[in-house]
T-cell receptor
Framework: DAGITQSPRYKITETGRQVTLMCHQTWSHSYMFWYRQDLGHGLRLIYYSAAADITDKGEVPDGYVVSRSKTENFPLTLESATRSQTSVYFC??????????????FGEGSRLTVL | AQSVSQHNHHVILSEAASLELGCNYSYGGTVNLFWYVQYPGQHLQLLLKYFSGDPLVKGIKGFEAEFIKSKFSFNLRKPSVQWSDTAEYFCAVIPYSSASKIIFGSGTRLSIRP
């Protein structure tokens, strides 16, 4: 079944290590997003991408890097993980054509723990 | 700045009680409106959406929401909740002119007593 998949689902790492969270969607949606979800903060946008090779910062981009060389993939990299980046990360995609503008389709989430 | 407010952080109800969760937004232009639900341990799923037309929209599992433009509100309702409705509910708004500027509320946790 087509959809949006994230990997890994669970990751434990240490402070200072590089971590990459993968996101893959099969709908050819133009927009893709990375959110983090923390208790008391709801969903906060980290980065988003409007198309391949086009990315832009969201609300909380510091410490994160993204790329989008192909429409279907949108990896999120923590170059030097910190404890404050312990969170649940959700990838989402959106078809922005016509009436569907803004409806997000979310992945299952990646739970990251930084020790 | 554009924002979405969900005034109830945690709502506790008994089964069969009626539900209304508030959502207010600040934006002067045309918007699309959404309610998402996140069941425990799961990802967010679309509950219902409003793009245009009838301001009373019906979603899955008996939920509905009413868009009141003059009040900048999009409240979620359900006449009779079930234990399985225990979840977190997020209101989201996107200005029609910007497909990337989706703004989420902080969420309302709903707990249903069996």
């Amino acid at each position: 079944d087509a959809g949006i998949t994230q990997s890994p689902r669970y990751k434990i790492t240490e402070t200072g290590r590089q971590v990459t969270l993968m996101c893959h969607q099969t709908w050819s949606h133009s927009y893709m997003f990375w959110y983090r979800q923390d208790l008391g903060h709801g969903l906060r946008l980290i980065y988003y991408s409007a198309a391949a090779d086009i990315t832009d910062k969201g609300e909380v981009p510091d410490g994160y890097v993204v790329s989008r060389s192909k429409t279907e993939n949108f990896p999120l990299t923590l170059e030097s993980a910190t404890r404050s980046q312990t969170s649940v990360y959700f990838c989402a995609s959106s078809d922005t054509s016509g009436r569907n503008t803004g409806e997000l389709f979310f992945g299952e989430g990646s739970r990251l723990t930084v020790l | 700045a554009q924002s979405v407010s969900q005034h109830n952080h945690h709502v506790i109800l008994s089964e069969a009680a009626s539900l209304e969760l508030g959502c207010n937004y600040s934006y002067g232009g045309t918007v699309n409106l959404f309610w998402y639900v996140q069941y425990p341990g799961q990802h967010l799923q679309l509950l219902l959406k409003y793009f245009s037309g009838d301001p009373l929209v019906k979603g899955i599992k008996g939920f509905e929401a009413e868009f009141i433009k003059s009040k900048f509100s999009f409240n979620l309702r359900k006449p009779s909740v079930q234990w399985s409705d225990t979840a977190e509910y997020f209101c989201a708004v996107i200005p029609y002119s910007s497909a990337s500027k989706i703004i989420f509320g902080s969420g309302t946790r709903l707990s249903i007593r069996p």
